[in-house]
């Protein structure tokens, strides 16, 4: 059959090689063919932008935000939907066209596409720093939600993706140009941390119920907390329950949230499993972010979305940034459905962001003095539904009672329902919340590394063995490298998009490597 398409983004793709007919995620070749045409417009754009400044010229925030939201609505599993990216296509244009800039790139089709760059190594590096520039987006975006700004991380991204149409770049100034990639990755979660906790807080411990109540509820997954508060705030008295899924789960680590007595719990575990578990949820759902599976007919009518998220023939919730969304539609279907069907009992104790492990600094750093704990593994990043991904759930079970587990992200859900027991009080599964979060996880490393008195974080009593799916994971990654953190496994599988020699300056700069069995890398690491 002939290629329709070709994307290689995320970690399931087809064969570890590639879709070319269809997406694993369930986008069609339409879709894909329009996803890398509105990448195309932003580069385009990204590159006018940044002859304005050149050229001593303001650019406008509704331009910043603009070339984030497009490249969020191209991450994994985030907009299914072809008339509004052809809408964002359009839209991109019209506002590159009205620029007034000198030299500005014309538009090539012949550009667009992965496989538009010829040479293997050019192309891996351009799509890792893309893919890390989409994961930086999206926390920009988050962010910006919340009324938070950087014009230092919009006017990088908007260099950077003119650098990947910039022939003239050799290898090297790719490379220079993916750890520059992870420097504002780290500046991107400081800012997104800083939106979150001013808005809401510093997450503290928290035990979340996992039951159902009696009430109608609304089910919201993805990770854009601004909408949860819109959500929580429009379902105040309606005796409408809201429930949280997947990557939300950590929003009731906020003190903000807690507030709110309809704030029932979290329902379900990881992305994958929502065609289940939203057909047995029974009320209306509402996507924010990436995340969504092309939903099953018995459903559709109550998958609603809103932000950078879409799928055709569900209802999207319009709202621009500073915006109160209009939640009304939503809520009076959830008045009309009967309450969730209960999957599970008990509960889930999160909430170890940084101020709280700095809270519990001196408790943790005795029982590393003491041999109580013996090592720390981030298991980071994302989850699957890959049968290759027991591999983690496996690797918990099988780590030593001294070992304790630092995570963020829905890679969690492979183990945080586990009983793994705590170590003099604590727990052995330190969630510090969605993958957004994993900033928590770097500076909880550093602050280590300082009371320890060490001059390198590769001292420490700490190993990395990360799942990675999308594109977050990739920018999360590239941050880590740009702290010094080396030694990192990644797996399933290390990523489609490197090639030989891009992976082996990885594997030789850096130690990354992949996994191999449990038992094996339960040595390797932990020894």
């Known amino acids: 059959m002939d290629q329709k398409m070709f994307c290689w983004q995320c970690q399931e793709t087809a064969g570890n090689k590639g879709c070319t007919i269809c997406g694993v995620c369930g986008k069609n070749a339409?879709?894909?063919?329009?996803q890398d045409e509105l990448v195309y417009e932003t580069k385009l754009l990204g590159a006018a932008a940044t002859q304005l400044r050149k050229e001593g010229k303001t650019v406008a925030q509704e331009i910043n935000h603009l070339v984030t939201v497009n490249l969020?609505?191209?991450?994994?599993?985030?907009?299914?939907?072809?008339?509004?990216?052809?809408?964002?296509?359009?839209?991109?244009?019209?506002?590159?066209?009205?620029?007034?800039?000198?030299?500005?790139?014309?538009?090539?089709?012949?550009?667009?596409?992965?496989?538009a760059t010829e040479n293997e190594d050019v192309r891996s590096l351009r799509e890792l720093i893309i893919y890390g520039l989409k994961g930086l987006a999206a926390y920009s975006k988050h962010a910006n939600a919340l009324m938070e700004d950087d014009e230092e991380i919009d006017a990088f991204i908007q260099r950077a993706l003119a650098a990947t149409l910039d022939d003239s770049l050799s290898v090297d100034d790719l490379v220079a140009l993916t750890l520059e990639t992870g420097k504002f990755g780290v500046s991107g979660m400081a800012l997104l941390d800083k939106a979150n906790t001013s808005a809401y807080g510093n997450p503290e411990i928290t035990e979340v119920k996992?039951?159902?109540?009696?009430?109608?509820?609304?089910?919201?997954?993805?990770?854009?907390?601004?909408?949860?508060?819109?959500?929580?705030?429009?379902?105040?008295?309606?005796?409408?329950?809201?429930?949280?899924?997947?990557e939300m789960l950590p929003a009731h680590y906020y003190p903000a949230f807690k507030k709110y007595p309809h704030f029932a719990g979290n329902y379900g575990n990881a992305w994958w499993k929502q065609k289940e578990e939203f057909e047995k949820f029974n009320g209306p759902i509402l996507m924010t972010t990436n995340c969504v599976i092309p939903p099953a007919d018995s459903y559709k009518d109550r998958l609603w979305t809103t932000g950078a998220a879409g799928f055709s023939g569900c209802r999207h919730i319009a709202g621009e940034y500073g915006e109160t969304k209009d939640?009304?539609?939503?809520?009076?279907?959830?008045?009309?459905?009967?309450?969730?069907?209960?999957?599970?009992?008990?509960?889930?104790?999160?909430?170890?962001?940084h101020e709280q492990v700095f809270a519990l600094a001196d408790k943790v750093i005795e029982a590393v003095k003491s041999g109580a704990i013996r090592k720390f593994v981030v298991m980071a990043g994302c989850d699957g539904r890959h049968r290759t991904r027991e591999y983690y759930a496996e690797f918990a079970k099988k780590l030593p009672k001294d070992v304790v587990i630092l995570t963020a992200g829905c890679?969690?859900?492979?183990?945080?329902?586990?009983?793994?027991?705590?170590?003099?009080?604590?727990?052995?599964?330190?969630?510090?919340?969605?993958?957004?979060?994993?900033?928590?996880?770097?500076?909880?490393?550093?602050?280590?590394?300082?009371?320890?008195?060490?001059?390198?974080?590769?001292?420490?009593?700490?190993?990395?063995?990360?799942?990675?799916?999308?594109?977050?994971?990739?920018?999360?990654?590239?941050?880590?490298?740009?702290?010094?953190?080396?030694?990192?496994?990644?797996?399933?599988?290390?990523?489609?998009?490197?090639?030989?020699?891009?992976?082996?300056?990885?594997?030789?700069?850096?130690?990354?490597?992949?996994?191999g069995t449990v038992d094996d890398d339960i040595k390797l690491l932990i020894g």
Request: include cysteine.
């Open 30 to 34: 339409e879709v894909a063919t329009l």
């Open 411 to 515: 890679a969690k859900y492979k183990y945080n329902k586990l009983d793994l027991g705590d170590i003099g009080g604590i727990p052995r599964v330190l969630d510090a919340g969605q993958c957004n979060d994993s900033y928590s996880l770097a500076l909880i490393a550093l602050k280590l590394k300082e009371a320890f008195g060490l001059e390198d974080v590769n001292q420490l009593p700490l190993a990395f063995n990360i799942a990675w799916y999308e594109q977050k994971a990739v920018i999360v990654l590239l941050a880590l490298l740009y702290l010094g953190v080396k030694n990192i496994h990644l797996g399933p599988t290390l990523p489609a998009f490197l090639s030989p020699n891009v992976a082996k300056v990885l594997v030789e700069t850096f130690g990354i490597a992949g996994i």
């Open 210 to 246: 996992t039951g159902v109540r009696g009430n109608p509820g609304i089910l919201i997954s993805g990770h854009d907390l601004r909408d949860l508060e819109m959500l929580l705030e429009q379902t105040a008295g309606t005796g409408v329950d809201v429930y949280t899924h997947s």
């Open 327 to 353: 939640f009304s539609g939503i809520i009076e279907q959830a008045k009309t459905c009967p309450p969730p069907t209960e999957i599970e009992t008990g509960s889930i104790v999160g909430g170890f962001a």
């Open 72 to 115: 969020f609505i191209t991450i994994t599993n985030a907009n299914f939907d072809a008339e509004a990216i052809k809408a964002a296509i359009e839209k991109t244009r019209k506002v590159r066209e009205e620029l007034d800039c000198e030299g500005s790139l014309v538009a090539d089709k012949n550009r667009i596409g992965v496989l």
